[in-house]
C-alpha cells in the first residue's frame, strides 16, 4: 500500500521520512535479455548464463540501467500524490550501483524524501530510492529521482 498525500502542498511535512517499501521482485533472465534487447547491450556478463558463471560474479548479472530503470515500477508501489493535473519525471541525481544484482535475486524499492521545493505551477519532490537485494547488504542502485506535480 502506497504512502499516499492527498495533495503535493502535503508533501513538505514529510521530508526526511521514509516512506516505505515495494513489493519484491523476482529478477529472471528474460526480464535481463528483454533488457539487453531493448538497449542492444549484449555483453556476456548479462546474457550468457555459461560464460558468466566462470566469470568474476559466477552467474549473470543485471544491467546496472536495469535496476535504475526498475525505479519507475516501484516508485508507484511506494508513493501516491493526489490531486495533481500531472505529474511528471523531471530527472535523477547521484546514481550509484553499489552492489551487483544476480539473476534470480528478489529486488524491491524502498524510498525515503528527500527535499521538497515550490517550482513554477508545482511542486519539486527529491526522492531517494534504493533497490535493495534480498539478503544483501548493500543495494544494487540508489538514485535520487526527481518528480514535480501539478495541482489540479
Same mark, same amino acid.
Given at each position: 500500500m502506497p504512502r499516499i498525500f492527498n495533495t503535493p502542498h502535503e508533501l513538505p511535512g514529510a521530508v526526511g521520512e521514509a516512506l516505505g517499501v515495494s513489493d519484491w521482485l523476482l529478477l529472471e533472465q528474460s526480464r535481463?535479455?528483454? %533488457?539487453?534487447?531493448?538497449?542492444?547491450?549484449?555483453?556476456?556478463?548479462?546474457?550468457?548464463?555459461?560464460?558468466?558463471?566462470?566469470?568474476? %560474479? @559466477?552467474? #549473470?548479472?543485471?544491467?546496472? $540501467?536495469? *535496476?535504475? *530503470?526498475?525505479?519507475?515500477?516501484?516508485?508507484?508501489?511506494?508513493? =501516491?500524490? &493526489?490531486?495533481?493535473?500531472? @505529474?511528471?519525471? $523531471?530527472? #535523477? =541525481? &547521484?546514481?550509484r550501483f553499489p552492489n551487483v544484482v544476480h539473476v534470480g535475486s528478489q529486488v524491491r524499492g524502498s524510498a525515503q524524501l528527500m527535499a521538497v521545493e515550490q517550482v513554477k505551477g508545482g511542486v519539486q519532490a527529491t526522492i531517494r530510492v534504493s533497490v535493495e537485494i534480498e539478503g544483501q547488504a548493500r543495494p544494487g542502485c540508489v538514485v535520487d529521482t526527481i518528480s514535480r506535480y501539478y495541482p489540479a
Open positions: 535481463i535479455d528483454l %533488457f539487453a534487447d531493448a538497449t542492444g547491450d549484449h555483453q556476456w556478463i548479462h546474457v550468457d548464463p555459461l560464460k558468466a558463471a566462470t566469470g568474476p %560474479f @559466477g552467474a #549473470c548479472i543485471a544491467h546496472g $540501467y536495469l *535496476s535504475l *530503470s526498475l525505479v519507475n515500477l516501484f516508485l508507484p508501489q511506494i508513493v =501516491e500524490v &493526489r490531486g495533481i493535473a500531472m @505529474g511528471v519525471n $523531471y530527472g #535523477c =541525481e &547521484r546514481v
